[in-house]
C-alpha cells in the first residue's frame, strides 16, 4: 500500500490543522494506521493511531485531548484532527499502516509509510 500524507503548514499557537493519509494500492480497511511525528534532533515518536475498522483509537499522552485520528474509508483515508497547537507540536508528521488490527506505538512494526508533512506551529 502506498500512502501520501498531506495538510501540513504554519499555525499559530492555539489553532487547528488537519491533517490526511491517503492510502492507495490495497484495500485500506485491512491496515491499522499510526500517526507519527520527527522533531528535528529527536527520535520518531508515536502520535495517535487507529484500528482497521476505526472503531478504536488510541493517542499518546502529550497529544490527548487535543488531537483525534480518524478515518473515511470510502475514501481510504485517515486523518489527524490537530487542535489547540502548541510550539512543542512543531515536527515533520509521518503516517503508517500495518496490515493488523491493533494498534501498536512502536515505529518499527510498521510496514508502510508516508513521506511525511511539516507543520510548524509559531508564537
Known amino acids: 500500500v502506498q500512502l501520501q500524507a498531506s495538510g501540513g503548514g504554519l499555525v499559530q499557537a492555539g489553532g487547528s490543522l488537519r491533517l490526511s493519509c491517503v492510502a492507495s494500492?490495497?484495500?485500506?480497511?485491512?491496515?491499522?494506521v499510526g500517526w507519527f511525528r520527527q522533531a528535528p534532533g529527536k527520535e520518531r515518536e508515536f502520535v495517535s493511531g487507529?484500528?482497521?475498522?476505526?472503531?478504536?483509537?488510541y493517542s499518546s499522552d502529550s497529544v490527548r485531548g487535543r488531537f483525534t485520528t480518524s478515518r473515511d474509508s470510502a475514501k481510504n483515508t485517515v486523518y489527524l484532527q490537530m487542535n489547540t497547537l502548541k510550539l512543542e507540536d512543531t515536527a515533520v508528521y509521518y503516517c503508517a499502516a500495518r496490515n493488523a488490527n491493533a494498534i501498536v506505538t512502536s515505529p518499527t512494526l510498521y510496514n508502510y509509510w508516508g513521506q511525511g508533512t511539516l507543520v510548524t506551529v509559531s508564537s
Open positions: 494500492g490495497r484495500t485500506f480497511s485491512n491496515y491499522s
Open positions: 487507529i484500528n482497521w475498522s476505526g472503531t478504536s483509537t
